[in-house]
């Protein structure tokens, strides 16, 4: 099942009267289950790409289609359901809520889609398990390393059992034996759980991890290769 379809993808900005070509002509396809990162120095529109699949931006001409629906052709409101329901999103800034717990942190998103407290605390508690993390939910992001803060960052997206994942350069604050083990949480969560990981990165391990990379520059894909 494709995931993920991205056909002749344009995307531009506006900077003191110039035009920046952040992403011209992109055509990439995710299939379910997929463990893929797009690699490429900074500039390159590697995460303007994640931006646009997790419908954080807009496109400038082309399509991208999440879950076969057209994201061109959706509204603000539809939007945001899509990417409440469907999506997961890890960053390398964690975007942790610090004055809520470990658990209130992972909950949220399922609060928001209006689901049942006792499946809520089912789901965290879970989720809580499956990133090493049980014991913790009481904690403050502030009383938590960095790579335990990520692991939170990645219970949080994968508590909705989202389709697809993407994650903006998350091993970027994090030494390599820590991001190290966050690759090998997530590859093994991908396994289990068949979610589609999407990364954008420039770190050498995050590269070796894919089981296909896709390497892009100046706003245009350079290669595409799946890994044996």
């Known amino acids: 099942m494709t995931v993920v379809k991205a056909e002749n993808v344009i995307k531009d900005y506006g900077l003191n ?7 011209r002509g992109v055509n990439l396809e995710f299939q379910a289950g997929e463990f893929a990162a797009i690699a490429g120095p900074s500039g390159s529109g590697k995460s303007t790409f994640l931006h ?3 419908c954080i931006d807009n496109l400038t001409a082309g399509s991208i289609l999440v879950g076969g629906k057209d994201t061109g052709k959706m509204n603000r409101t539809q939007l945001a359901i899509l990417r409440r329901q469907s999506i997961g999103f890890i960053f390398q800034a964690y975007n942790l809520i610090p004055v809520l717990s470990v658990e209130e942190n992972i909950s949220f998103p399922l609060t ?5 407290k006792k499946e809520i605390r089912e789901r965290t508690n879970q989720v809580l398990k499956e990133v090493g993390l ?3 939910a ?9 790579g335990q803060q990520q692991r939170v960052a990645i219970a949080r997206a994968l508590v909705k059992k989202p389709a697809l ?5 998350p091993t970027a604050n994090l030494d390599s034996k820590i991001g190290r083990e966050i690759l ?3 590859l093994a969560l991908n396994k289990s759980a068949g979610t589609t990981f999407i990364f954008s990165t420039h770190d050498t391990m995050v590269m070796d991890f894919a089981r296909r990379l896709i390497r ?9 290769e799946i890994k044996g």
Do not use: N
Not at 17 to 23: F, K
């Open 138 to 146: 009481k904690r403050r992001p502030k009383e938590m390393s960095g």
């Open 184 to 186: 090998e949480l997530m």
């Open 17 to 23: 009267d110039q035009v920046i070509h952040a992403l």
């Open 52 to 54: 646009l699949a997790g």
């Open 165 to 169: 994942i993407l994650a903006d350069e």
């Open 134 to 136: 049980d014991g913790m």
């Open 112 to 116: 928001l889609l209006g689901i049942d």
């Open 216 to 224: 892009i520059r100046d706003g245009q894909i350079e290669s595409d």
